[in-house]
């Protein structure tokens, strides 16, 4: 499908300045390359002589990684798969490097985004949110950074659900480096996306950058844990540039790693309190509504609990293993036991300290 000198010209105008790509855009109609496999046939000379020369060092990798395997895509403009919906970035979106599950990119999506530092609670919100959009049909999109990012794509991924991680660094690169296990599943059962051709190292720029396509491509946004100065609160800003639906999960006043979430609420952002919040909207954005949305949220949440007495004594905060046994007043061997039961059916989560409760 790609010819060598086609890889050279778009990989030219990858690292080419702003200034000249707008210039070269000029000739384009609507933006695009009349044919995409010799973007620069209508170009002028003078402004394809201001392109810089590609090394062949990133030529070969690039070519190499393309052939390599067919789940190894580049979407360039005047392609028909690159979502049109790109269009609206800004700064705009020339071309995505894609490893994996490519249908994914034209299926509905939301975003699920947060400090890379969360609480536990906030992580297991992140994850228990994600497992029930995912089952909804909705592909979960974040940026596989620690924290809520990774949160949310091992939830998507643990009910079998679709993920998609966009990248700060080369499509063949994995970043933060901890993250490895967790990128080879996103490879095999999710889709990874980056701007950024092969060998590129993660730069702080890159992630400001890597945010625009992550609302971009998203129905809309969901902040689940944010400082008040955060790269969550900027992919929010540009969700609302980008015409996106923002919600945000409410934190209690004195936790500062929420105060962005309730900045949000206070500036327009939907509230968010349960998965059917998010759904609901999505639907009335689809105009109909995802795979399960005509679920009611009593069917999304399933019931049949067989000891509800025990669910009670367990908060959305961690509460301590001795606590529920105060507040149940049964011994502890019978408390460990109905725990398990409500560990295993996902109603609540063992973290370090205690229990936290993921549904209501």
Not at 70 to 92: A, F, I, K, N, S
Not at 175 to 186: D, G, T, V
Not at 288 to 313: R, S, W, Y
Not at 334 to 339: A, D, I, S, T
């Amino acid at each position: 499908m790609w010819e060598r000198e086609s890889i050279r010209d778009w990989l030219s105008w990858h690292f080419a300045p702003a200034k000249i790509k707008r210039g070269i855009a000029n000739y384009w109609q609507g933006e695009e390359p009349r044919d995409w496999r010799e973007p620069f046939e209508e170009v002028p000379k003078v402004w394809r002589k201001q392109l810089e020369p590609v090394t062949n060092a990133v030529l070969n990798a690039t070519e190499y990684w393309l052939a390599e395997s067919d789940q190894h895509q580049w979407w360039v403009r005047g392609m028909p798969d690159l979502p049109t919906v790109l269009g609206e970035c800004d700064p705009p979106i020339w071309g995505l490097f894609l490893d994996g599950r490519q249908e994914l990119l034209a299926k509905p999506q939301v975003a699920i985004v947060g400090s890379r530092n969360a609480s536990t609670t906030a992580i297991s919100y992140a994850e228990s949110f994600a497992q029930e959009l995912a089952r909804s049909g909705l592909v979960i999109t974040s940026g596989m950074a620690m924290g809520i990012d990774s949160a949310a794509h091992r939830g998507a991924l643990a009910v079998q659900g679709g993920t998609v991680a966009i990248l700060g660094c080369g499509i063949d690169r994995c970043y933060p480096p901890r993250a490895q296990r967790l990128a080879a599943e996103i490879r095999e059962y999710g889709l990874m996306v980056s701007e950024y051709p092969p060998g590129t190292a993660a730069k702080t720029e890159h992630f400001p950058l890597r945010n625009r396509i992550i609302s971009g491509v998203s129905m809309g946004v969901f902040v689940v844990a944010a400082v008040m100065r955060s790269g969550s609160l900027i992919t929010a800003r540009l969700a609302m540039e980008q015409g996106r639906d923002v919600y945000a999960l409410p934190a209690a006043p004195h936790d500062q790693g929420g105060r962005g979430c309730n900045w949000l609420i206070q500036h327009g952002a939907k509230l968010v309190t349960c998965a059917a919040d998010i759904l609901d909207e999505c639907a009335l954005s689809l105009g109909g509504v995802t795979d399960t949305q005509e679920m009611t949220q009593q069917e999304i949440f399933p019931t049949g609990l067989a000891k509800p007495e025990m669910l009670a004594n367990v908060g959305f905060e961690t509460t301590p293993f001795e606590v529920v046994v105060q507040r149940s007043e049964m011994s502890v061997a019978q408390v460990m036991n109905e725990l398990l039961g409500l560990e295993l059916d996902g109603w609540i989560k063992a973290v370090p300290g205690g229990y936290v409760r993921l549904r209501r």
